[in-house]
């Protein structure tokens, strides 16, 4: 299965801050690649997907990057509600999988 | 809107089995490929199963694959996974998630249920 790691597996940040998550695949997967907003006791929320389309609803500051091993995530400013968990996901193969996520605190 | 509601959860010894389903609404059930996704506690996400739209291809994670078994009634908008020989390990939140775009390839996912927590335990 298509290993995907994640880092920084948690940072803090302020409000207004300029935030990159990085995500890095085992093997090459295209632009199959997504990425989701998760806060506690809440399912996911997909934000990304195909590593750069944005989802219906989505804030512009959320913004995707990357091709074939090599993804990241931006959120130009910080703002209270990005406090949460981030989880990329490759679904160039039908073995989905998910990467460890990264939880981002307030500094 | 879309809805999806799980349902079947709840406390197994090692060994013992459940049911859980998904009530679909609010799109073209039969149209779509689903997926069951868990979240055992405090721990990330980890992908299940996948079903395709008409029911003709499935597709597990190894750590369920011969113990789990994915299957949807399109003429009930319900999606299903049946849980066997269940461990210790397999105590999470299942969560059922809707495919973004009505195609036969594996897709990421639009819409999840609330999840329903499954508890393996003596």
């Known amino acids: 299965a298509i290993q995907l790691t994640q880092s920084p597996s948690s940072l803090s940040a302020s409000v207004g801050d300029r935030v990159t998550i990085t995500c890095r695949a085992s093997q090459g997967i295209s632009s199959a690649l997504a990425w989701y907003q998760q806060k506690p006791g809440k399912a996911p929320k997909l934000l990304i997907y195909d590593a750069s389309s944005l989802e219906s609803g989505v804030p512009s500051r959320f913004s995707g990057s990357g091709s074939g091993t090599d993804f990241t995530l931006t959120i130009s400013s910080l703002q209270p509600e990005d406090f949460a968990t981030y989880y990329c996901q490759q679904f160039n193969s039908y073995a989905l999988t998910f990467g460890g996520g990264t939880k981002v605190e307030i500094k | 809107q879309v809805q999806l509601v799980e349902s079947g959860g709840g406390v197994v010894q090692p060994g013992g089995s459940l049911r859980l389903s998904c009530a679909a609404s609010g799109f073209t059930f039969s149209s779509y490929g689903m997926h069951w996704v868990r979240q055992a506690p405090g721990k990330g996400l980890e992908w299940v199963a996948f079903i395709r739209y008409d029911g003709s291809n499935k597709y597990y994670a190894d750590s369920v694959k011969g113990r789990f078994t994915i299957s949807r009634d399109n003429s009930k908008n319900t999606l299903y996974l049946q849980m066997n020989s269940l461990r210790a390990e397999d105590t999470a939140v299942y969560y059922c998630?809707?495919?973004?775009?009505?195609?036969?390839?594996?897709?990421?996912?639009?819409?999840w249920g609330q999840g329903t927590l499954v508890t393996v335990s003596s």
């Open positions: 998630a809707k495919g973004l775009e009505p195609v036969p390839a594996a897709m990421p996912f639009d819409y």
